[in-house]
């Protein structure tokens, strides 16, 4: 498996660029996409494609990343068609106008909000969960009842092709759109008008989003990254944890934006936890990972390069092997890690575990806290006075105890970062407010015109009548 850093191709002309986003403007000022009955149909719709097409998609995976096909379910097909499920079983009561109360001084009157679309929204999305991280900001979108263009990641090309070839048999082709290509594409895409730009990728091309977004005011989501640590405190089942922060670390091999980044093992936990991760791996993955079924591959050549090039920043305890045609890196375990290696000097975004020896959760908080504020934060410990300190004295867009990653998969839980890891949130009723606007009704009656202590000219009395009301 190869997969170039760039398409052998430009799969959609720039020219054509303007009036797919023009044609999806027209569509959204028709009123087309507000009804809720279309929004459950295009719901509807995209649930079948991904059962209907599950093969293509599941081998499409394979080509891109060399996942497994209970990979593919779990983190992205079978993800995506959960959200889509608990989307359609609240979608009525999330979008129900909410009444609020009215003061004194404005009584007798009514007041409420309504959720409104946005308008048209682009979606830019990844390469290393290209269905989930395409799919699930789309179920947003078309919930809160918008028009909206993808446009997937050109280092998965197989998953961009399906979908761009997919998309428009199963969902209204007048609403919603696929753009396929690389930077020229995107480019060209960030100089149209859109009503909210949600991206999902690295704080570089962050930047550029944003600074393309200010030429018309448009609202950004940014689902970005970051160095999420893990805490490791003494007393805990190192077993259990080695295991899970195995699964958390390797699924996809490494590639995921929330995977464990490095582990702050506090007093002498580190060399008991390296051997138990050594351990988990064998468990998980066999004596030899690239026979295993269940283990993927490196997107491209720059990425394997990348990181096999972090390898050499502390003791291998086990792991390190590669083979750069088969873009195969095992799983690896580094021991003896300085805070200034290589490897902990940007996100990892692969199959390497740094392990770090601290003396104390003092020691392991600061060290979190001199950082950039990350996308997940995990500690495994028993002590409640831990998960509070941790709770209460760092900042990340999220926290899990015991567990690592799978906060994602509870749907009501928003999924965001903070600072230098994104801005925004989704999944759930997080996804209809990112994607809407939330207006604001106030309606009084000219029956009785209330309102007339608050006219000039205001004399001794009026004033002390609103003093008391206001």
Same mark, same amino acid.
């Given at each position: 498996?190869?997969?170039?850093?760039?398409?052998?191709?430009?799969?959609?002309?720039?020219?054509?660029?303007?009036?797919i986003v023009a044609k999806l403007r027209a569509t959204f000022a028709s009123?087309?996409?507000?009804?809720?009955?279309?929004?459950?149909?295009?719901l509807r719709g995209l649930r079948r494609m991904l059962t209907e097409e599950r093969a293509v998609f599941e081998q499409a995976l394979k080509?891109?990343?060399?996942?497994?096909?209970?990979?593919?379910?779990?983190?992205?097909?079978?993800?995506?068609?959960?959200?889509?499920?608990?989307?359609?079983?609240?979608?009525?009561?999330?979008?129900?106008p909410r009444r609020v109360s009215v003061p004194m001084a404005l009584a007798?009157?009514?007041?409420?909000t309504i959720r409104e679309p946005l308008g048209t929204?682009?979606?830019?999305?990844?390469?290393?969960?290209?269905?989930?991280?395409?799919?699930?900001?789309?179920?947003?979108?078309?919930?809160?009842?918008n028009s909206a263009l993808i446009k997937p990641s050109e280092l998965s090309p197989a998953t961009?092709?399906?979908?761009?070839?997919?998309?428009?048999?199963?969902?209204?082709?007048?609403?919603?759109?696929?753009?396929?290509?690389?930077?020229?594409?995107?480019?060209?895409?960030?100089?149209?008008?859109?009503?909210?730009?949600?991206?999902?990728?690295?704080?570089?091309?962050?930047?550029?989003?944003?600074?393309?977004?200010?030429?018309?005011?448009?609202?950004?989501?940014?689902?970005?990254?970051g160095k999420s640590p893990v805490v490791v405190e003494p007393g805990v089942n190192l077993?259990?944890?080695?295991?899970?922060?195995?699964?958390?670390?390797?699924?996809?091999?490494?590639?995921?934006?929330?995977?464990?980044?490095?582990?702050?093992?506090?007093?002498?936990?580190a060399q008991a936890l390296q051997r138990e991760l050594a351990a988990a791996i064998t468990e998980m993955f066999g004596e030899d990972p690239a026979k295993s079924a269940d283990y993927g591959r490196i997107v491209n050549e720059r990425h394997f390069d990348r990181l096999t090039e972090l390898l050499d920043s502390g003791t291998v305890v086990t792991g390190g092997r590669y083979t750069r045609d088969q873009l195969y890196i095992e799983p690896t375990v580094l021991g003896d890690v300085g805070p200034e290696a290589a490897v902990m000097a940007e996100e990892i !975004? /692969?199959?390497?575990?740094?392990?770090?020896? @601290? &003396? *104390? $959760?003092?020691?392991?908080?600061?060290?979190?806290?001199?950082?950039?504020?990350?996308?997940?934060?995990?500690?495994?410990?028993?002590?409640?006075?831990?998960?509070?300190?941790?709770?209460?004295?760092?900042?990340?867009?999220?926290?899990? !105890? /015991?567990?690592?990653?799978?906060?994602?998969? @509870? &749907? *009501? $839980?928003?999924?965001?970062?903070?600072?230098?890891?994104?801005?925004?949130?989704?999944h759930a009723a997080a996804s209809i407010d990112t994607f809407s606007h939330t207006k604001s009704i106030l309606d009084k009656s000219l029956a009785m015109d209330t309102m007339r202590v608050a006219y000039a000219p205001i004399g001794e009395f009026k004033e002390k009548i609103l003093r008391k009301m206001l």
């Amino acid at each position: 498996m190869v997969n170039t850093d760039a398409p052998s191709e430009q799969l959609t002309p720039t020219t054509e660029i303007p009036p797919i986003v023009a044609k999806l403007r027209a569509t959204f000022a028709s009123g087309h996409t507000k009804p809720i009955e279309w929004r459950r149909a295009q719901l509807r719709g995209l649930r079948r494609m991904l059962t209907e097409e599950r093969a293509v998609f599941e081998q499409a995976l394979k080509e891109d990343l060399g996942k497994s096909s209970a990979e593919a379910h779990t983190t992205e097909l079978g993800f995506v068609v959960g959200e889509i499920d608990h989307m359609l079983k609240n979608l009525k009561s999330w979008l129900r106008p909410r009444r609020v109360s009215v003061p004194m001084a404005l009584a007798p009157a009514k007041a409420r909000t309504i959720r409104e679309p946005l308008g048209t929204v682009l979606i830019i999305s990844p390469w290393n969960y290209p269905i989930n991280l395409s799919l699930a900001p789309l179920i947003g979108a078309i919930a809160a009842g918008n028009s909206a263009l993808i446009k997937p990641s050109e280092l998965s090309p197989a998953t961009s092709a399906a979908l761009a070839e997919l998309i428009p048999r199963y969902l209204d082709r007048d609403a919603i759109a696929v753009v396929e290509g690389g930077v020229p594409e995107s480019t060209a895409l960030l100089e149209e008008h859109f009503d909210h730009i949600f991206y999902t990728g690295n704080s570089t091309v962050a930047r550029i989003v944003m600074s393309a977004a200010v030429e018309h005011l448009t609202p950004v989501t940014l689902e970005l990254g970051g160095k999420s640590p893990v805490v490791v405190e003494p007393g805990v089942n190192l077993a259990t944890t080695a295991r899970r922060l195995a699964w958390g670390k390797f699924t996809n091999a490494g590639q995921t934006c929330v995977a464990p980044d490095y582990v702050l093992a506090i007093g002498d936990t580190a060399q008991a936890l390296q051997r138990e991760l050594a351990a988990a791996i064998t468990e998980m993955f066999g004596e030899d990972p690239a026979k295993s079924a269940d283990y993927g591959r490196i997107v491209n050549e720059r990425h394997f390069d990348r990181l096999t090039e972090l390898l050499d920043s502390g003791t291998v305890v086990t792991g390190g092997r590669y083979t750069r045609d088969q873009l195969y890196i095992e799983p690896t375990v580094l021991g003896d890690v300085g805070p200034e290696a290589a490897v902990m000097a940007e996100e990892i !975004f /692969g199959p390497i575990l740094p392990v770090i020896g @601290v &003396p *104390d $959760l003092d020691a392991a908080i600061s060290f979190i806290n001199e950082r950039d504020k990350p996308l997940a934060l995990y500690a495994f410990t028993e002590s409640d006075s831990t998960k509070r300190r941790l709770t209460t004295e760092t900042s990340s867009g999220g926290l899990a !105890f /015991g567990l690592p990653i799978a906060h994602l998969a @509870v &749907p *009501d $839980l928003p999924f965001g970062g903070v600072g230098e890891s994104g801005m925004g949130a989704y999944h759930a009723a997080a996804s209809i407010d990112t994607f809407s606007h939330t207006k604001s009704i106030l309606d009084k009656s000219l029956a009785m015109d209330t309102m007339r202590v608050a006219y000039a000219p205001i004399g001794e009395f009026k004033e002390k009548i609103l003093r008391k009301m206001l």
